[in-house]
């Protein structure tokens, strides 16, 4: 597709490709070590969505929910 100088893509699955385009060598090395090291790492959901998923599990089968870890929200308060 692209054969720029400095130029890689990251393809997934679904077939979707991303091209990243690095303005030197070594920019291009950095990038390559990051994205190295994270792939099968990132969990498939998000943080949030794993909470409100185990959430829905412990309504479903009964069970007492967990402690928040998170502070409780009260209306009106301001940062």
Do not use: C, H
Request: proline share 10%; charged share 25%.
């Amino acid at each position: 597709m692209y054969n720029v100088e400095r130029s890689f893509r990251l393809a997934f699955p679904n077939k979707e490709v991303i091209t990243f385009f690095a303005d030197t060598e070594a920019d291009k090395a950095k990038w390559l070590e990051i994205l190295r090291a994270l792939i099968g790492r990132i969990p498939p959901n998000p943080l949030w969505a794993e909470l409100v998923w185990q959430r829905q599990e412990e309504i479903l089968s009964g069970a007492q929910p967990r402690p928040s870890v998170l502070p409780p929200v009260t209306e009106g308060a301001s940062s």
